[in-house]
């Protein structure tokens, strides 16, 4: 599989949050932690209609 170095700032909180929140999974799972990364951000892919909508109605 061909991979590739995402970089993205976020705020504190947040970074902390999905970091906290991938260790469990790894954790729980004995999945990699790049796949646990991964699969969370397919989860956002998915959710992509719903994220517009939210970033929409915030405006």
Do not use: W, Y
């Amino acid at each position: 599989m061909k991979t590739t170095t995402v970089s993205v700032r976020l705020p504190a909180e947040l970074a902390e949050e999905f970091a906290k929140e991938m260790r469990r999974l790894h954790f729980v799972t004995g999945a990699s932690k790049g796949a646990v990364a991964a699969a969370m951000l397919r989860a956002a892919i998915d959710q992509a209609g719903a994220i517009e909508a939210q970033l929409v109605g915030e405006r």
